[in-house]
């Protein structure tokens, strides 16, 4: 068993000095605010928050970080052509490679406060397009990976079929592509299969997008959802050209269509969901489906803002993703999940921040639903010890009184300095580094000057 001290633990209401017991796989079995007597406590200083979901990743994108910001006013540039330089670079990626990615990219996601990961995972054929003997094979470089850096992982083997709303795919997408339902099934449970026999993370679905896949295929995964009994999710309405390709198509809306199959509840979440109504947006939050926000790759896209502001006016659930990983910082992309409202409705107050958070309530916990690891509280006993030790010797953050303190944190960047971080009661990250960092970094350094990936 370890007895932890934490003077400052950010709860639910706010900071509080907390006593917590963990069992020897970093689960917590006990929390008090009263110290019991004759036990050595672990103290752990600073202000500890829970650590962060990341509900939203393509590992392999990792490795195209600032290649497509080469930029001509005189030149169009936009998703679809940052698409094509994404689509040649997923053409080259190996399971090693994929491996030594992913394995700095979690590494990096853990320095910054992520803790666990939801892997969208598409990357599943060899580059032309054939099966490879372990049908999870890039799976498990993502699983291992992910055991290596030491952070949770949710894989999401992801169902590609077509090209676009009925059309066959191209050349790029060979790597993605399940002929059929069956075929993407058999993917699923030889992946489930893969994580059990690695023992670390657990199973989810998605489909691509409503351009990769046709109705009947949305109601067999809502059945497969329902046979495992786990989170589906989907890439929704991110761009206007998939807007209008859905309304020429289906003679609706992207959300609109999903939403009156009648088949979305709290298992489904909605990436992105960018360009959306208000009927829309109301009604997925009715729905009671995740909102799963990307700010810095969908600022970095040119995508747009998602309408927060009527979204939670109408108690809409929500989470955050990194996607193409631009930017890592969850403090940031939840700074820009609230900027970017401040900036389309020229008003300050989109989440309520006092004691408690709104806007890192729903990233918390939601991202954990997203995840598929449900939880009513940020340390509540039988779940893992997940949690970012924030320095709190910056004066700003010293001073701030219990009501400012998390808001300092969220809102006053130059002050946030992550000095510890753990998963399952493990310290991963020790003052502001990753506990692996020197020998990742020279296997990525390597890796990506050998290849000419970059």
Request: aromatic share 8%.
């Amino acid at each position: 068993m370890k007895y932890l001290h934490i003077p400052q633990l950010i709860t639910e209401n706010g900071p509080e000095e907390t006593y917590l017991t963990l069992d020897e796989k970093g689960i917590i079995t006990e929390s008090g605010q009263v110290e019991k007597n004759n036990i050595e406590y672990y103290t752990i200083n600073g202000v500890v928050l829970p650590g962060i979901p990341n509900s939203h990743s393509h590992a392999f994108q990792y490795a195209m970080a600032g290649l497509a910001e080469v930029q001509q006013r005189s030149e169009s540039d936009d998703f679809w052509t940052w698409r094509n330089s994404m689509y040649k670079l997923a053409s080259n990626i190996s399971p090693e490679n994929l491996e030594i990615i992913a394995t700095q990219l979690y590494a990096d996601m853990l320095t910054c406060g992520y803790t666990h990961v939801v892997e969208f995972h598409y990357l599943h054929r060899q580059p032309d397009g054939k099966p490879y003997s372990d049908n999870a094979r890039m799976g498990r470089s993502l699983i291992k990976a992910a055991k290596t850096a030491g952070i949770g992982i949710t894989l999401m083997p992801v169902y590609y079929r077509l090209g676009n709303f009925g059309q066959a795919p191209v050349e790029g997408q060979k790597r993605f592509l399940s002929k059929s339902f069956d075929q993407y099934k058999k993917l699923v449970i030889d992946t489930n299969a893969m994580i059990r026999e690695e023992n670390h993370g657990q199973i989810a679905i998605a489909a691509h997008s409503l351009r990769a896949v046709d109705e009947e295929d949305l109601f067999k995964l809502s059945e497969l959802g329902d046979e495992l009994n786990c989170p589906i999710h989907i890439h929704i309405a991110e761009q206007l050209k998939e807007v209008k390709d859905c309304f020429d198509y289906h003679k609706k809306r992207p959300v609109e269509y999903l939403l009156d199959l009648d088949i979305c509840d709290n298992r489904w979440n909605l990436v992105h969901a960018t360009h959306l109504t208000e009927e829309e947006t109301i009604r997925m939050a009715e729905a009671d489906v995740n909102a799963v926000i990307c700010p810095s790759t969908e600022g970095n896209l040119g995508d747009g803002f998602f309408n927060m502001r009527l979204y939670l006016e109408s108690n809409g659930r929500f989470c955050i993703g990194s996607d193409s990983h631009i930017g890592l910082s969850p403090f940031e992309d939840m700074r820009w999940l609230d900027y970017g409202q401040r900036l389309v409705t020229h008003q300050r107050n989109t989440f309520n921040t006092s004691f408690r958070s709104e806007m890192l309530h729903g990233v918390v916990l939601q991202g954990r639903r997203s995840a598929g690891l449900n939880s009513a509280r940020y340390f509540n006993q039988g779940i893992p010890f997940n949690a970012i030790a924030i320095d709190d010797s910056h004066p700003l953050v010293g001073s701030a009184s219990p009501e400012n303190l998390l808001s300092t944190i969220l809102y006053s960047d130059s002050t946030i300095k992550i000095n510890d971080v753990y998963h399952s009661g493990k310290k991963v990250v020790e003052d502001g580094n990753h506990v692996k960092r020197k020998e990742i970094g020279t296997n990525t350094l390597k890796t990506l000057k050998n290849t000419g990936l970059r």
